[in-house]
C-alpha cells in the first residue's frame, strides 16, 4: 500500500501563492505517476496536474497552465503543486493521487488539503 499526505492548503487573497505537498510513504516503488486533483461540493472531481514519478513528462489542466506548476522530488517522495495568482475560483479541496501505471486509474488518494482563496 501506498500512503499519501497533502500539507500546504490555507485561506489566502487573490493573486496569493500556496505550495502544496504531498509526501508519499510505503510502496512507493508501485506508483508511475501521480496527480493532483480538485473538488468543490457539487461538483465532480477534476484533474489539475499529473507528472510521471519519473519526471519524464507532466500535464496542466488549460485552467491553470501559466499559473500552477508540479514537480517531483524522487529523493523525499514528495510532490508538488506550486499554485501562483490565485483566484477565488481555485477554491477547492485538492487531492493528491498516485497511480500505478502512467495511463492507468489512480489507485491511491490522499485525505485532501483546503485552498480557499478569498477576493
Known amino acids: 500500500q501506498v500512503q499519501l499526505v497533502e500539507s500546504g492548503g490555507g485561506l489566502v487573497q487573490a493573486g496569493d501563492s500556496l505550495r502544496l505537498s504531498c509526501a508519499a510513504s510505503?510502496?512507493?516503488?508501485?506508483?508511475?505517476?501521480m496527480g493532483w486533483f480538485r473538488q468543490v461540493p457539487g461538483k465532480e472531481r477534476e484533474i489539475v496536474a499529473r507528472?510521471?514519478?519519473?519526471?519524464?513528462?507532466?500535464y496542466l489542466a488549460d485552467s491553470v497552465k501559466g499559473r500552477f506548476t508540479i514537480s517531483r522530488d524522487n529523493a523525499k517522495n514528495t510532490v508538488y503543486l506550486q499554485m501562483n495568482s490565485l483566484k477565488p475560483e481555485d477554491t477547492a479541496t485538492y487531492y493528491c493521487?498516485?497511480?500505478?501505471?502512467?495511463?492507468?486509474?489512480?489507485?491511491?488518494w490522499g485525505q485532501g488539503t483546503q485552498v480557499t482563496v478569498s477576493s
Open positions: 493521487a498516485g497511480a500505478k501505471s502512467v495511463l492507468g486509474n489512480y489507485n491511491y
Open positions: 510505503g510502496r512507493t516503488f508501485d506508483i508511475a505517476a
Open positions: 507528472i510521471r514519478w519519473s519526471g519524464a513528462s507532466s
